[in-house]
């Protein structure tokens, strides 16, 4: 992607986070089992990085809320698919289940910043905070942009020894 588009897309100052190429696309699923399985049978996933991950100190719409997330990671060409199936609790991901016939249903996409606080400053400058943000593998925060995309842009930092672990399907 190159900037140009990218301007027409993120608001302000987020475009130049942008880089070339999107990171991830996500979507959320009542259903991991068969999600993988159509990863699998469907888009060639030949192996698929799943996981059930505690989150204790996440913030949500500004407060502290205890996360209990599965999810599944492929890559697939040049990129990374990811499926997220949520606990009940608090959470960005239970307003885009929305179709109970749809296996899985777009959340977000990523992108990948090797600055966190410059992109964080960006971030404000655009008139925008996370709705969503913690850390695991990655420092991670979501930004809110239904009402602009239809879904969330998730800013990720400090993945890239996990992330290139699961391209080479080493874990």
């Known amino acids: 992607m190159n900037h140009s588009i990218a301007s027409c897309l993120i608001p302000n100052s987020l475009a130049q986070h942008l880089g070339t190429e999107f990171f991830e696309i996500a979507f959320v699923t009542r259903d991991m089992e068969k999600s993988i399985q159509y990863l699998k049978e469907n888009l060639g996933a030949s192996k698929v990085f799943r996981t059930q991950a505690s989150y204790p100190n ?6 502290l809320v205890q996360n209990q997330l599965d999810f599944a990671l492929v890559w697939i060409g040049n990129m990374f698919i990811e499926v997220i199936q949520p606990s009940p609790g608090d959470n960005p991901f239970d307003a885009y289940l929305t179709d109970p016939d749809r296996l899985m249903n777009f959340h977000h996409f990523a992108i990948q ?3 966190w606080d410059k992109t964080v400053e960006d971030i404000h400058k655009a008139g925008y905070e996370f709705c969503f943000e913690g850390s ?3 420092k991670f925060g979501f930004i809110d942009l239904t009402k602009e995309m239809g ?3 998730e800013v990720i930092a400090n ?4 992330f290139e672990k699961i391209k080479k399907g080493d874990y």
């Open 159 to 162: 993945g890239e020894e996990f």
């Open 136 to 138: 695991g593998k990655a």
């Open 113 to 115: 910043v090797s600055d």
């Open 151 to 153: 879904c969330m842009l």
């Open 58 to 63: 996440n913030k949500y719409m500004g407060r």
